[in-house]
């Protein structure tokens, strides 16, 4: 089992920003992917972004330019830089590994993310 554990979220301003980290340790061995997703008060769970074991990346269209996953693969680490904060960005951040072997497919226990002046 690949548990993701994140850590790095807090109160930062309109325009700041925050780097979010997610540790699994395993994921590397095991070819999990990682997903970043986030939820907002009274709003549905949104994928966000993606990394996978080979590098890909996804993001969606609302932090495209904005956030920046990257990995690093001795640590078993995956970070989010997120840039240029907005208010709506608002939520509470989670990690997931997922990916072909039973190892992934695990959450994490999320890290809260306020933008506010």
């Known amino acids: 089992q690949v548990q993701p554990v994140e850590s790095g979220g807090g109160l930062v301003q309109p325009g700041g920003s925050l780097r979010l980290s997610c540790t699994a340790p395993?994921?590397?061995?095991?070819?999990?992917?990682f997903e970043w997703h986030r939820q907002a008060a009274g709003k549905q769970r949104e994928l966000i972004s993606f990394?996978?074991?080979?590098?890909?990346?996804y993001y969606t269209s609302s932090v495209k330019g904005r956030f920046i996953v990257s990995k690093d693969k001795a640590a078993d680490t995956v970070y989010l830089q997120m840039n240029s904060l907005k208010p709506e960005d608002t939520a509470t951040y989670s990690c997931?590994?997922?990916?072909?072997?039973?190892?992934?497919?695990?959450w994490g226990q999320g890290t809260q993310v306020t933008v506010s002046s």
């Open positions: 997931k590994t997922s990916g072909p072997s039973s190892a992934c497919g695990y």
């Open positions: 395993g994921s590397t061995s095991y070819r999990c992917l």
């Open positions: 990394i996978g074991p080979d590098g890909s990346t």
